[in-house]
């Protein structure tokens, strides 16, 4: 069974831009989360989405925002980049909910520079 | 709410040797606790979860960790250490509808 695919694996883009990040999770599961990753604040988590529907959301400006499809896939989108927000951006897609104690399967991320 | 203190960023052992790396949560309802592992370039590996049906946690690549509610510890042990086994390692604790909080992870370095 393939795991979960994060594309593209880098990209680099300008202060000001947006950017979409693209998520496919594991065959069969329908929750998708999104964890920022920084060597400052560590590991943070943005949204998890559900069947469709965002269900948790982290501490973060409305400038990060996502969406799921009904085949599960998720983007992510950040718009009016900051320096800060360079950062490996993980995906992570598990069965059921996280809330009920469900292991998530991360991908290996896109790493994205914002100069 | 829910935390995780990481203690160490950095631990050395030698190969062969006993690991042992430390995690303590913070929780206000029972805790869901999970160990991850990264390698260079990777995304975050499952090592094991604390399910509540078993106080130790026997994980992969050997690895388990003991769950004491009193201590309010997870601490990642391995009896013999390999070269293989260096790397990131992250505890996380899930207390409600939020996502995983994360420790500030704990680099394990293996010397020959």
């Known amino acids: 069974k393939a795991g979960v695919t994060q594309t593209p694996r880098y990209l680099i883009k300008t202060r000001g831009q947006q950017v979409t990040l693209s998520c496919s999770p594991i065959?069969?599961?329908?929750?998708v989360s999104w964890y920022q990753q920084t060597p400052g604040q560590g590991l943070q988590f943005l949204f998890e989405?559900?069947?469709?529907?965002?269900?948790n959301k982290g501490n973060f400006p409305g400038r990060f925002s996502g969406r799921q499809f009904s085949n599960s896939r998720s983007e992510m989108n950040v718009s009016t980049l900051e320096l800060g927000d360079s950062a490996l951006y993980l995906c992570?897609?598990?069965?059921?909910?996280?809330?009920?104690?469900?292991?998530?399967?991360f991908g290996n991320g896109t790493r994205l520079t914002v100069t | 709410a829910q935390s995780v203190t990481q203690l160490g960023s950095h631990v050395s052992v030698s190969e062969g040797a006993l690991v042992l790396l430390r995690c303590n949560y913070s929780s206000s309802v029972p805790p869901y606790l999970f160990w991850y592992v990264q390698y260079p370039n990777q995304g975050l590996q499952l090592l094991l979860k604390y399910t509540s049906a078993a106080t130790l946690v026997k994980g992969i690549n050997g690895f388990e960790a003991e769950f004491k509610k009193s201590e309010t510890s997870f601490h990642l042990t391995k009896p013999s250490a390999h070269m293989s086994d260096a790397a990131e390692y992250f505890c996380?604790?899930?207390?409600?509808?939020?996502?995983?909080?994360f420790g500030k992870g704990t680099h394990l370095i293996i010397q020959p």
């Open positions: 065959s069969g599961h329908r929750s």
């Open positions: 992570a897609s598990s069965l059921e909910r996280t809330d009920n104690n469900s292991p998530l399967h």
């Open positions: 989405y559900f069947s469709e529907t965002q269900r």
């Open positions: 996380a604790v899930r207390g409600g509808a939020d996502g995983l909080t």
